[in-house]
């Protein structure tokens, strides 16, 4: 038979969820969407987690404006507290979901759109979701500015093939590619490692990366 349920465990769980709201509100890095007053934002990280990746990477470019988005606040919410802890001025923290980012930048004015570990739905009737379909891709033209690019690391050969194989297919251009990340010589930036990457790097995990650009008319 199964365990009475415990009402108590409710409330545990409810204050958890709220506590971890207030976290995130807390930080005067983290926005929710209808907070967020469109701005020029150079790099986006879509998929972001904790976005660790865009922290460390926005401390090396102080010059540039970073923007991690996840639809998963509490994730989202620690690198907001190591940003704060390094004291970065030039990145923020966005809940939102990908089809709703045209309302979070200017359309044509982002440099760089980073996809890292997206989750792969393998699953064919899900292929909706993954964030390099096309709809995803059509969003991304949108967003980048004319020399602007896009840049995936995954570590599932079959989902970052078949993403190759859309963005070839829809009018991509490859600039950079690797089937191992970490033993090539690309640069040291997109080798930082995501939280996802830490995680699984030292269990056998081998890095796909490619960055890709779709050439806009004058
Ligand atoms: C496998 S995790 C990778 C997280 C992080 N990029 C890393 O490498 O550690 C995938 C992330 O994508 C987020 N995600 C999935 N679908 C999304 C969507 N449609 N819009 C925004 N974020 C999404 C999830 O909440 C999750 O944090």
């Given at each position: 038979?199964?365990e009475p349920l415990n009402p108590d465990d409710f409330v545990i769980t409810r204050r958890r969820k709220k506590f971890k709201f207030a976290m995130f509100a807390n930080s005067s890095l983290c926005f929710e969407l209808d907070e967020w007053k469109r701005a020029a934002i150079d790099v986006v990280e879509v998929g972001a987690g904790t976005g660790f990746f865009s922290v460390?990477?926005?401390?090396?470019?102080?010059?540039?404006?970073?923007?991690?988005?996840?639809?998963?606040?509490?994730?989202?919410?620690?690198?907001?507290?190591?940003?704060?802890?390094?004291?970065?001025?030039?990145?923020?923290?966005?809940?939102?979901?990908?089809?709703?980012?045209?309302?979070?930048?200017?359309?044509?004015?982002?440099?760089?759109?980073?996809?890292?570990?997206?989750?792969?739905?393998?699953?064919?009737?899900?292929?909706?979701?993954?964030?390099?379909?096309?709809?995803?891709?059509?969003?991304?033209?949108?967003?980048?500015?004319?020399?602007?690019?896009?840049?995936?690391?995954?570590?599932?050969?079959?989902?970052?093939?078949?993403?190759?194989?859309?963005?070839?297919?829809?009018?991509?251009?490859?600039?950079?590619?690797?089937?191992?990340?970490?033993?090539?010589?690309?640069?040291?930036?997109?080798?930082?490692?995501?939280?996802?990457?830490?995680?699984?790097?030292?269990?056998?995990?081998?890095?796909?990366?490619?960055?890709?650009?779709?050439?806009?008319?004058?």
């Amino acid at each position: 038979m199964s365990e009475p349920l415990n009402p108590d465990d409710f409330v545990i769980t409810r204050r958890r969820k709220k506590f971890k709201f207030a976290m995130f509100a807390n930080s005067s890095l983290c926005f929710e969407l209808d907070e967020w007053k469109r701005a020029a934002i150079d790099v986006v990280e879509v998929g972001a987690g904790t976005g660790f990746f865009s922290v460390e990477l926005a401390s090396r470019h102080p010059e540039q404006t970073f923007l991690a988005v996840d639809v998963k606040g509490d994730r989202l919410q620690k690198g907001a507290y190591e940003a704060e802890a390094r004291n970065l001025t030039n990145i923020r923290f966005l809940r939102a979901r990908a089809d709703q980012l045209l309302e979070v930048v200017k359309p044509g004015s982002v440099s760089q759109v980073w996809l890292t570990f997206p989750d792969p739905f393998p699953k064919k009737r899900s292929a909706g979701r993954r964030l390099t379909n096309k709809t995803f891709l059509y969003t991304y033209t949108k967003m980048l500015n004319k020399s602007g690019s896009l840049s995936l690391k995954h570590d599932s050969r079959e989902f970052f093939m078949w993403s190759l194989e859309q963005l070839v297919a829809y009018g991509w251009h490859i600039d950079e590619l690797s089937f191992d990340l970490h033993d090539s010589d690309l640069s040291d930036d997109y080798k930082i490692l995501t939280s996802y990457e830490t995680r699984w790097l030292g269990e056998g995990l081998v890095t796909n990366f490619v960055r890709a650009h779709v050439p806009k008319n004058q």
